[in-house]
Nanobody, 121 residues
Framework: QVHLVESGGGLVQPGGSLRLSCAIS????????MGWYRQAPGNQRELIAQ???????NYADSYKGRATITRDNVQRTVALYMDDLRSEDTATYFC???????????????WGQGTQVTVAS
């Protein structure tokens, strides 16, 4: 019953900014790491940023200095703020979380359905 709901995608001008958000729908017993990925047509899905359960963050080289990932454990959300967006950032962006759905369940990877980000004039 658990799934991830992404929001914030859309069309943005080159050099512009965008904030993506992802929320858990349904029950989660505990939450591990959270992350954002992108996938452009013909390319593999690649990491943008991730944040651990201890709020340790890391970013892909292409997003260092222009992206910020945050998590809210109470609201059960992860957000990604991006600026200085470029045409090559055009892709489908996916939210990912490691979740336990029950007290006896192990951490399992969950993915959102993706939200389209298009950077163009």
């Amino acid at each position: 019953q658990v799934h991830l709901v992404e929001s914030g995608g859309g069309l943005v001008q080159p050099g512009g900014s965008l904030r993506l958000s992802c929320a858990i729908s349904g029950f989660a017993f505990s939450i591990g790491s959270m992350g954002w990925y992108r996938q452009a047509p013909g390319n593999q899905r690649e990491l943008i940023a991730q944040i651990s359960s201890q709020s340790v963050v890391n970013y892909a080289d292409s997003y260092k200095g222009r992206a910020t990932i945050t998590r809210d454990n109470v609201q059960r959300t992860v957000a990604l703020y991006m600026d200085d967006l470029r045409s090559e950032d055009t892709a489908t962006y996916f939210c990912q979380m490691q979740l336990r759905t029950g007290e006896f369940s192990e951490l399992t990877t969950y993915w959102g359905q993706g939200t389209q980000v298009t950077v163009a004039s």
